[in-house]
């Protein structure tokens, strides 16, 4: 729960406004979620918390880390037995959190596995923050060890941020707010498949000064530079079409005068040639973008990824041209938890 509506919540029954401050120092700081350790707290409050006052925590199903890179994978079980796929990777100087906004996803993208499992429900912001709070106390940990920060959050999880925009931007809330998370806005990004209207909302609430809001990334998930390669990898597609989906990010450059991730998976024989690199260019001419490269994880035939020359050729030709052009480096590859890669496993419970 925000702090705002925790004060709130905590007023209404008569209990004073410092008792927020306290909850929100167990739960963030000390990272003590279970409410008869927060030795300061009455009795009555400490009965109401997990009931009312809502900071209920996801079950660790299973836990997975990577030998190759140390990035680990959390299967979390929610209350009504559904679960999700949250992840950590580990950078050098800081820890990305890399979380799911929905139980599976509707867009049913070709190329992910998340999509092929299909849609289940929303997360609500409660959800969304457990997986956070969870990741940061390390599951078995003993209580003295320090929980570890999460300094940078991704929502490249399972499921469409902006299909759930409500409860997503209440978990932005409290991921910023300084009494809480504390998480600057330049570490968090929300990631579309090109959610037309959700895009307009966003760069709406920014440009009218958003608190929480204002400085977070958008990136958009835009994988071809035209209808045909599109329609055939992202259903969305059909509805939110490429000139769509660019105009409407133009705008959102112009109105929030912040720069756009855009995400590029490669795909062999599918969208890398040079004359699809050059659309690319000619497309995103003039706009304020960095662009990911991410050579596609399988997780379906037939898409498997170009050779590392393919890839590097198609950088160069967005680079010569001007563009801010990166490959991603992957990580958790050999616990199925890179990019495309997670979905509901109701099988394992
Ligand atoms: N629904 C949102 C966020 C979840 S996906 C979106 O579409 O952006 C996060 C990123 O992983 C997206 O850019 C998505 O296109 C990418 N992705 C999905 N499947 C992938 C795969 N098999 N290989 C590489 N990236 C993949």
């Avoid at 909302?201 to 009218?208: A, F, H, P, S, V």
């Avoid at 969305?236 to 590029?264: A, Q």
Wanted: charged share 25%; with cysteine; net charge neutral.
């Amino acid at each position: 729960m925000g702090n705002e509506e925790l004060r709130e919540t905590l007023k209404n029954m008569g209990y004073p406004a410092f008792r927020a401050d306290q909850i929100n120092q167990w739960v963030f700081q000390k990272h003590i979620y279970e409410p008869e350790n927060m030795t300061n707290l009455p009795q009555e409050i400490k009965e109401l918390l997990g009931t009312q006052i809502g900071f209920v925590l996801p079950e660790v199903v299973q836990h997975l880390v990577s030998s190759i890179d140390r990035t680990e994978k959390f299967l979390l079980g929610l209350n009504d037995s559904e679960t999700i796929e949250s992840v950590l990777l580990y950078h050098k100087d800081r820890i990305t959190a890399c979380i799911s906004s929905q139980v599976g996803c509707a867009l049913k993208c070709d190329f992910c596995a998340t999509g092929r499992s299909g849609f289940k429900r929303n997360l609500t912001c409660d959800e969304i923050i457990g997986q956070v709070l969870v990741m940061e106390r390390r599951p078995g940990s003993n209580r003295d060890e320090p929980a570890q920060k999460v300094g940078n959050i991704v929502f490249m999880g399972m499921g469409e941020p902006l299909l759930n925009y409500e409860e997503v931007k209440r978990a932005i809330h409290i991921l910023t707010d300084p009494k809480q998370f504390g998480i600057s806005k330049r570490r968090i990004s929300v990631s579309t498949a090109g959610v037309v209207p959700g895009i307009e909302r966003l760069g709406k609430e920014i440009k009218e000064g958003t608190p929480f809001l204002t400085g977070i990334t958008l990136s958009v998930s835009l994988h071809a530079p035209n209808n045909r390669i599109r329609d055939r990898l992202m259903p969305i597609n059909h509805k939110y079409p490429v000139e769509e989906l660019i105009f409407t990010l133009r705008e959102y450059i112009e109105n929030t005068g912040d720069r756009v991730t855009i995400e590029y998976i490669l795909i062999d024989g599918v969208n890398e040639s040079d004359e699809t690199a050059q659309e690319l260019c000619a497309l995103l001419k003039g706009m304020k973008v960095n662009i990911n490269l991410i050579p596609v994880n399988p997780v379906a035939d037939p898409y498997r990824r170009p050779s590392e020359e393919k890839v590097a050729r198609f950088q160069s030709i967005l680079t010569k041209n001007g563009f801010e052009a990166v490959q991603r480096v992957e990580k958790g590859a050999d616990i199925e938890g890179a990019c495309g890669q997670l979905r509901n496993r109701g099988d394992k419970r």
